[in-house]
C-alpha cells in the first residue's frame, strides 16, 4: 500500500478543482485521483490549459520547454516549473512556497496544489501579463527566489580500523 503522507488531502484538492474550474479548465480532467500526487506531464496540461483559457503566461515557454516532459532528464522540467513558478510569484508579488524538484519528484503534493490555487489567482489577475513574462524571460526571479535543495552529501568514508598489534 502506498504511502498516504505523500498524497494531498482531499480538501486541498478540492479548493485547486474549485479555483481551476473557475477559469474554464476542463481539460485535463480536474480530479482527486490526478491532484493527490500530480504527476509533471499532468502540470504541464493544466498550465497550458490556463495559458489557453486566460492568456496568463503566454509566450512564456520555448519549444524545448514545451517538449520538457518528454525528456527523462531532471533539468528541462526544473525549468519549465522554475519559469512558472516566477511567473506566478511576481504576478502575485509573493513567493510561491513550493520547490520544483519535489514536484518532479512527486512529493510536497499539497504545495504543489498550493502553487496551482496560486496559478488561478495570477490569471485572474488584471496586470499586463506581458511585461511579467518578458521579466520572467529577462531573469528576474519571484520575490524570496527558489531555495532549491541541496541533495545530501553521501558522509565522509570512515578510516578502515588500524590492524591489531600481533
Known amino acids: ?4 503522507s505523500i498524497f494531498a488531502r ?7 478543482i474549485n479555483v481551476l474550474t473557475q477559469l474554464g479548465i476542463t481539460k485535463p480532467p480536474l480530479q482527486h485521483g490526478h491532484l493527490r500526487r500530480p504527476p509533471y506531464r ?26 520538457s516532459g518528454k525528456s527523462k532528464d531532471r533539468e528541462p522540467k526544473l ?15 509573493r513567493q510561491v512556497p513550493v520547490h520544483p524538484q519535489d514536484i518532479i ?7 504543489t496544489n498550493v502553487m496551482l490555487q496560486l496559478l488561478a489567482v495570477a490569471a485572474r489577475k488584471d496586470v ?22 541541496q541533495r545530501r552529501a553521501a558522509p565522509p568514508a570512515q578510516p578502515a580500523p588500524a590492524a591489531a598489534p600481533a
Open 1 to 4: 500500500m502506498a504511502d498516504e
Open 128 to 149: 499586463d501579463k506581458a511585461a511579467i513574462v518578458q521579466r520572467v524571460l529577462a531573469g528576474e526571479e519571484q520575490p524570496g527566489g527558489i531555495k532549491l535543495r
Open 42 to 67: 499532468y502540470l504541464q496540461h493544466v498550465f497550458f490549459s490556463v495559458i489557453e483559457a486566460t492568456g496568463f503566461a503566454k509566450d512564456l515557454f520555448d519549444q524545448a520547454d514545451l517538449d
Open 79 to 93: 525549468k519549465y516549473l522554475t519559469k512558472m513558478i516566477h511567473c506566478i510569484g511576481i504576478t502575485l508579488q
Open 10 to 16: 482531499p480538501e486541498v484538492t478540492e479548493k485547486t
Open 105 to 111: 519528484a512527486g512529493q510536497e503534493t499539497e504545495a
